[in-house]
């Protein structure tokens, strides 16, 4: 898997400890925002594998920048981390292409089982594509 992620989240307290996780899993940090554009570029610059992102985000909410980040051309893995819980929400999110959904308040290890998950995931397609 690419281990590059971007992580939009709107509280700084949050994000750091996304960061620090990701980081501890062995993922390159390519940069932590507090809105949805400024990760949306980042993106764009980047092609990072992940993006880690809260759906309640200035300029841009997460939704929409799961939809933009599902028009790159290789769109990465979304993790959304949210304290949303209803699940017309969910159901949006999962139309939008997040692939992962947790639930704020999380535990580090919850974070760090999703992330194992999705780098798993990425890494039985990448494998299934070659065979082809």
């Known amino acids: ?3 590059t992620v971007i992580i939009a ?7 750091r400890d996304i960061a620090q996780v990701f980081a ?19 993106a764009r610059a980047n092609s990072p ?9 200035p300029k841009l909410s997460g939704l929409q920048l799961a939809l933009q980040l599902g028009q790159m051309a290789v ?20 139309e939008a ?6 639930l704020k308040p999380m535990a580090d290890d919850k974070l760090r089982t999703v992330i194992k ?5 990425y890494q039985t397609a990448v494998t299934v594509g070659q065979e082809r």
């Open 97 to 102: 292409g997040v692939t992962s959904y947790i």
């Open 9 to 15: 989240e709107s509280s700084p307290a949050i994000a």
């Open 75 to 94: 769109p990465p893995k979304i993790l959304a981390i949210s304290a949303v819980r209803s699940h017309e929400r969910l159901t949006q999110a999962k």
């Open 117 to 121: 998950i999705q780098a798993e995931r």
């Open 49 to 57: 594998g992940m993006v880690s992102l809260d759906l309640i985000l």
């Open 1 to 3: 898997m690419n281990k």
């Open 24 to 42: 501890e899993e062995g993922f390159h940090v390519l940069g932590v925002f507090h809105d949805g554009m400024s990760a949306l570029r980042c």
